[in-house]
């Protein structure tokens, strides 16, 4: 591992044990950079440790393959910048730090576009500066990433608009471009080149998840992220690292890897649907990896896959009561409030786990979810089922980096505050659980519309599926069959789903804050958390707008009434999925999922600063390092805690101090 970096503040040695437990470590501007623990590491065999360290491996090698697909010239970006923190000698101190500043932003967000609002943002200091730290950086032997017969003047040309120019590639991912406009030409990921959305009404994709497509000389091509294929010495390393990790993992988990090697290498649909089937499959293993072209929500379509990967090992503590869910959730399908032709009437393969994540990268990290259900590809989830993760070390680390602040500013009463303060934590994880668990792996398709859910919707798709499952978590919260199967306490069940209800209803209103220009919402998230209140602000009469002091509330007035809505909104929801109402599901998510205030937003994002509550959180992962015994191969693996996210992000790009 890497010491301190000549130039650059705060990137000293990893701490093994902290004894204080730092949380938050910085903000960058509205940015919270938090360490994530894992706590039962150490308490893992051997064996399972050098899984973790083969399989954590083969994340971060494909780490590069997500900065391209975000935007084409995100690895060019990061380089140069990376080349100016660690060749600093000579470079004037502001613009240093400057340029620190920016690579931390960038870094979080995998690229110069917002991870949650998908808009760009700017390096904040003259271009003339920037170009002389570049060629300060450039005579003290950095290597830049020119093109071949490019000089360092082209480069700087090249990429000055992308460091500088706000409207030159304004938005990675544009859903709702403007009329006349189209999602794809106007959006700025690396998922197509020269493509618009007619060109793929009669093209039918060879390789819809792992390829970016270009038309060439009028013809569209697919370019395939396999070996031999796009991006093929990265893959190959994953390969490796994947290879490097069978010997380790359990016989269900090793024909899972198996699988996913043999898609890595083939880039076939029915390869990567043989590899979903194997990784459902496997439900007892105490370690898992999810590494591959998975969610959708880069591409405007909602087709093409970015890559990601995490690794995780079953925290078992926690894991009783998810587990529960998954064993009845047939019983959640039968008392969905939806039409019983859209229930399964046979619930197979759903399994879940809390886990602990060890490391995340590409589409998963720093950026993290706090919980997953997978695999997408719905024809395999009504066939073989799903497996369903919450991440217990992740929401755990959010909750203890929030200001204690938050709650009293956004909340109506001290009682609203009050609760949040003391069941924040439990109902989150709950809503969470049955979110990923019983809402994503239920409901069916009707057959008669002949094609996917997500082919009929394309573009809104995304918002609505998150829209159904939060539904589903919203509506099963205050149900007594989850204090019957011992989930959750009865005597305070009441009390943990109002504070849910309010939470979720002050999260459509603070979420805000992460769009500070522009006046609709682009993350399928954010959208389906405003839909839901919106609506039910608009046909129920269990959530109000309120203003006291000159601020604005969103307040849960009526707990019945909200269950009730939701169970109504829950009903449709299912419906446009089920059908494939296209024109339902346009109409739904443009009324009440994207438009929203811009006085109200700078309202939010004032009273935000006033308490210090950060837009967006990014983590710095554990570091793990192999232990070699005598005969060469690995005894152990020891756990650290870098404690800060330059350190961590120059070493993940492979940059050591001179």
Known sequence: MAGAHPGVPGTGAAVSVPGDRPYLLERVDDAAVVQLYADGFNELAPREKTLIYHLSRAALAGRDIYYDQRYAPGLDMRRVIEAVLTHAETVAPDTLARVHHYAKLFWLNSGPHNGQTARKFLLRCEPEAFEAAVRAAANDGARLPMRPGETLDGLLARLAPCFFDPEFDASITSKTPGEGRDILTMSANNLYDGVCLADLDTFRERYPLNSRLVKREGRLVEEVYRVGGMYSADIEEIVSHLEAAVPCATTAMAEALGALITFYRTGEAADREAYDIAWVRDRDSPVDTINGFVEVYLDARGGKGAWGSMVFYVNHAKTDGIRALARHA?????????????????????????????????????????????????????????????????????????????????????????????????????????????????????????????????????????????????????????????????????????????????????????????????????????????????????????????????????????????????????????????????????????????????????????????????????????????????????????????????????????
């Open 330 to 658: 047939q019983w959640f399908e039968d008392h969905m409030p939806w039409d019983p032709k859209y229930r399964k009437a046979d619930v197979t393969g759903v399994s879940a786990s809390a886990v602990d994540a060890v490391v995340e990268s590409g589409d998963a990290g720093p950026l993290t979810p706090v919980g997953v259900n997978l695999p997408n590809d719905e024809r395999i989830r009504e066939r073989h089922g799903s497996k369903s993760i919450s991440l217990v070390n992740v929401m755990e680390a959010y909750e203890r980096s929030l200001p204690a602040s938050y709650w009293a500013e956004f909340s109506w009463t001290r009682e609203e505050a009050e609760r949040a303060a003391k069941w924040s934590g439990e109902a989150s994880a709950l809503a969470t659980s049955l979110h990923e668990v019983v809402g994503h792996g239920s409901g069916q398709v009707d057959p008669a519309l002949g094609t996917s859910a997500s082919a009929a919707l394309r573009e809104y798709y995304s918002t609505i599926e998150e829209t159904r499952a939060d539904l589903v978590a919203l509506y099963f919260v205050p149900h007594p069959k989850l204090a019957e199967l011992g989930i959750v306490e009865a005597e305070h069940q009441a009390e943990i789903a109002c504070a849910e209800y309010e939470a979720f209803t002050r999260n459509a209103l603070v979420q805000l804050r992460r769009v500070r220009e522009g006046t609709h919402l682009e993350e399928d998230h954010m959208r389906n958390r405003q839909l839901i209140v919106r609506w039910l602000m608009k046909h129920t009469h269990a959530v109000q707008e309120r203003w006291r002091d000159g601020k604005t509330f969103y307040v849960v007035t009526d707990v019945h009434g909200f269950h009730e809505g939701a169970g109504r909104l829950l009903a449709e929801v299912q419906r446009i999925k089920s059908q494939g109402d296209f024109a339902a599901a346009r109409a739904l998510v443009d009324a009440y999922g994207t438009h929203f205030d811009p006085a109200l937003r700078d309202e939010i994002v004032a009273r935000v600063q006033r308490v210090d509550l950060p837009s967006y959180t990014g983590f710095v992962m554990p570091g793990l390092e192999p232990v070699h015994g005598p005969d060469g191969g690995i005894a152990n693996v020891r756990l650290s805690y870098p404690l800060d996210l330059t350190r961590q992000m120059l070493d993940y790009a492979g940059r050591s101090p001179r």
